[in-house]
């Protein structure tokens, strides 16, 4: 399978690799097998592996599937997403139904915004992952954000206010300047500016 | 051992109720008796304690299953290093857990707390009496005893959950809680310096170590929990803002905001209101995280099962907001700053700011987490506040929160000139603009990606800056070699600089968090000896040979694996192997549905991730998902980073870690100009 879902053959076979395939398909057709295929013979205990499984599809691999099912949730109450539990959860039975329920409709000509439309009208809103971005909903997304503005700019005003009372509250100089001049003051400030913070 | 166990609650239950009213009359009335006698019941609170944990462990260990906890949670043939964390895999033998280290952190506040903080003793007593009992009130009144018996005795337990058959979950509950329950000793200073009245920086003192030990714990906690969630779920990812997760998440930026805001209040005696609400935030944030996991109020994959519980850590929690709330309103006139803020440039101020960002981030997580049951409460709704809102919201407050990580040490005390600010900032600036055109050039696109990088760097210039000064400072002043400089410069001041090396954590967790950006994968059915190939963000092909399936059993489960060769641009890179576990118990029979352990490949610049769907008809021809995660490495490297930042931070001794407020003098880099005689 390539990146882009495309099955390969093994491609870099040595010549020990090679004969062994040879030898493995001569006796193959010597015995007499009760299957067809010697490399995808079964399992000892089959139930100790889960739940059968179904080969990828060209669908499933698709990434517009995907990322339309990274944005509805699973009813099984795992909290992910379909397409993270179907590959996840493999004790789902809601996800895989879900997923068939997504290529259907996608097969059926819909577009994603249709089927999640579809998804919305029959199970409500709970079935996005994000919910949609009007009314109440809004709330959820720019609160945090407005809250944590308004309180910087609170926090800012008030930090203003604290400063000009400290400066309006510090003690007047009345005795005479220091004795040094304003070259010497000047390097003293740059000293000063050199101390880490 | 059940009655003994029992008993043993009982008993802990009475003298957990003595130690509280003592502690507290003691206190108020100066009866030094009275105040003795709490100190010594919280001895016996953890001496009765103890024996209800053996006792439990004893039924375990012995598989006791006329113990209904035991029979729920272990089987004969469960793993010995599992059978140790049974006890804290449940409810009920998570509350004991619980109740039992806080005794322990009792006992241990009232021993080493100086002789100076003497008089808030009594109250850390009643306070910590007070809320163990509270732990034990619920395991004997609401259904949640550990040592309840069954009817009968069955053959064998139900055993352990697989996922938390994994030493992830051996060691991430011991530590989240070690993190949740050490924050009542702060809290209980807290009180004790509410009710004492003594609201000076002196009680901060005493409790700043422990906040540390609390925040590594969670620290810990977390990265634990994270890798478990990697290494065992099998979805690719560590962390998913499930509801209990966050839950842990709360307390952690809530103390770290602490952690920056004390220093304000050590150096220049300001923010007293602000920290000693952050520490009371902090404990009832841990006790929300616990009602959240136990009441089955929000769905979770981590959360206890539903049960009434929860609604004792409801009633216990608004009445503990509601003490609190009187306690620190009155004593509000009390808490007056000794000091003004002389300029908005200046790190008072810039830790501020980081305070806010903090808590705002806290507040974000919180709202997150409860506007599903917010929107169902007033429009009538249910709705998803998944991952993909979560990452929107608080990815910007989390990039901004760096940012200002970078800023903080930048800044003087008391007022920055600007051409101090100039000089402090040029090298880190550089740093970050350059990270930023490199990755632009090397055509990175994702803008979070792309300022988490360039955030990062700057904050790195940060800290370099600070470390190669510092050295060079003392290079000039003691001739010491550069290697010599930066231990003692870490040795001498262990606050700061250990605080620094957390900060070189943050920004590598920050840039592992990045990678995810950039995360690649595929599904494929495969024969043995056909392979499937993925090519990751890094620009290398991977490709992935189907090996063979074997079964066979082992401890208490029957296991099918999956084998692969990994090939990177057609070299061999090594082998990885994938499994379904089907646990069985004692007698051969199925205890859960088949589980999914992963494949991983660890690299420092991606991780090869292989999981197992399952087996085509029960052939050898297997489903596969395989994920490609870049810099996941770096998430771990720099847990680890942050936890010997937190140490250096935490470890006693050293001139700058003393227990004592630094005289005024000393605030800052403030220089009196002598006039002239």
């Known amino acids: 399978m390539t990146s882009d879902g495309r099955m390969v053959g093994r491609a870099d076979c040595t010549r020990r690799e090679f004969f062994g395939a040879i030898a493995g398909v001569a006796g193959f057709l010597s015995q007499t097998v009760q299957q067809s295929d010697s490399q995808t013979g079964q399992v000892y205990d089959p139930a100790r592996a889960g739940r059968s499984q179904t080969p990828i599809t060209a669908a499933d691999n698709d990434k517009s599937v995907q990322g339309l099912e990274k944005k509805l949730r699973c009813s099984c109450g795992c909290g992910l997403d379909v397409y993270t539990c179907r590959t996840t959860d493999f004790t789902c039975t809601y996800s895989p139904a879900l997923h068939k329920e997504v290529v259907g409709m996608l097969g059926n000509g819909k577009t994603p915004q249709e089927v999640i439309d579809a998804f919305v009208a029959q199970y409500g809103q709970v079935a996005l992952m994000s919910p949609p971005r009007r009314g109440f909903n809004l709330l959820g997304y720019i609160v945090p954000g407005i809250a944590v503005t308004v309180a910087a700019a609170v926090l800012f005003v008030v930090l203003l206010r604290w400063t000009r009372q400290a400066r309006a509250a510090a003690p007047v100089l009345t005795t005479a300047p220091p004795d040094a001049t304003p070259a010497e003051l000047e390097r003293l400030q740059r000293e000063l500016d050199k101390l880490p913070g | 051992m059940p009655l003994l166990g029992t008993l043993a609650l009982w008993l802990a239950f009475l003298v957990g109720l003595w130690g509280a009213i003592t502690g507290f009359v003691g206190g108020a009335q100066g009866r030094a008796d009275l105040q003795q006698s709490a100190r010594h019941a919280t001895l016996a609170l953890l001496a009765a304690l103890a024996i209800a944990v053996i006792s439990l462990e004893i039924a375990i260990f012995r598989h006791d299953f006329s113990v209904a906890y035991v029979a729920g949670r272990t089987s004969r043939n469960l793993p010995t290093f599992y059978l140790w964390s049974a006890l804290y895999s449940g409810q009920e033998g998570s509350l004991l857990f619980w109740a039992a280290v806080l005794s322990l952190f009792a006992v241990l506040a009232q021993v080493l707390t100086s002789r100076r903080h003497r008089a808030f003793l009594p109250y850390v007593a009643g306070v910590t009496s007070l809320v163990a009992t509270f732990f034990i009130g619920v395991m004997l009144f609401a259904p949640a005893n550990p040592f309840t018996r069954l009817p009968f005795t069955p053959l064998d337990g139900s055993g352990m959950n697989p996922q938390l058959q994994n030493p992830g979950m051996v060691f991430h509950p011991p530590m989240l809680y070690l993190g949740y329950i050490s924050i009542t000793i702060p809290f209980a200073f807290a009180i004790a310096a509410l009710l004492t009245k003594k609201l000076d920086t002196e009680w901060m003192v005493a409790v700043r170590k422990w906040t540390i030990v609390s925040w590594l714990f969670l620290s810990i906690g977390l990265l634990i929990g994270m890798w478990w969630a990697y290494v065992e779920l099998g979805w690719g990812g560590y962390w998913a803002w499930d509801p209990v997760e966050n839950a842990a998440l709360l307390p952690w930026l809530v103390m770290t905001a602490f952690l920056h805001s004390v220093m304000v209040q050590e150096k220049r005696g300001m923010l007293k209101k602000w920290n000693l609400a952050l520490i009371l935030g902090a404990w009832v944030l841990s006790i929300f995280g616990t009602f959240l996991t136990r009441s089955g109020v929000i769905a979770s994959v981590h959360s206890f099962t539903e049960s009434p519980v929860g609604y004792y850590f409801l009633a216990f929690l608004v009445a503990a907001v509601a003490a609190c709330t009187v306690l620190y309103v009155t004593r509000l006139p009390l808490l007056e700053a000794e000091a003004t803020l002389e300029s908005i440039l200046s790190r008072e101020a810039s830790f501020l700011f980081n305070n806010l960002l903090l808590i705002g981030l806290a507040f974000s997580v919180l709202w997150g987490t409860l506007f599903p049951i917010i929107s169902e409460a007033v429009k009538g709704v249910k709705i998803t506040y998944g991952v993909p809102t979560f990452n929107f919201v608080n990815i910007p407050l989390g990039l901004v929160l760096l940012l200002v990580t970078g800023i903080g040490p930048l800044i003087a005390w008391r007022r920055a000139s600007t051409a101090n600010l100039k000089r402090q900032f040029a090298l880190p600036v550089t740093a970050g603009v350059f990270a930023l055109l490199i990755f632009l050039v090397a055509g990175m696109r994702d803008v979070g990606a792309l300022l988490a990088f360039s955030f990062g760097a700057f904050v790195l210039g940060t800290v370099f800056q600070e470390f190669a000064r ?89 296991v099918t694996a999956a084998l692969l060769e990994v090939k990177r641009d057609g070299k061999a890179i090594g082998r990885l192997r994938t499994e379904k576990r089907q646990h069985v118990d004692a007698l051969g029979n199925k205890t859960f549905e088949p589980s999914t352990e992963v494949g991983i490949m660890s690299g420092l610049r991606v991780d090869l991730y292989v999981v197992l769907a399952g087996l085509v008809n029960g052939t050898e021809q297997a489903v596969f998902r395989f994920t490609i995660n870049p810099l996941v490495w770096w998430v771990w490297f720099g847990g680890f980073v942050l936890v010997i930042g937190g140490l250096i931070v935490l470890w006693p001794g050293g001139p700058a870690t003393g227990g004592t407020t630094p005289p005024r003098s000393q605030a800052g880099y403030a220089v009196k100009l002598e006039p002239a005689q």
């Open chain 2, 470 to 558: 510092g050295a060079r400072a003392r290079h000039r002043q003691y001739g010491e070699p550069t290697w010599l400089a930066v231990f003692q410069l870490l040795s001498r001041n262990r606050r700061r600089y250990g605080g620094y090396i957390v900060h070189i954590g943050i920004v590598l967790l920050f840039m592992g968090f990045a990678g995810m950006a950039f995360k690649t994968e595929t599904e494929a059915t495969l024969r043995p000896g056909e392979t499937a190939e993925l090519r990751g963000r890094d620009g290398h092909l991977y490709s992935f040979t189907h090996l063979g399936i074997s079964q066979y059993n082992t401890l208490n489960r029957y």
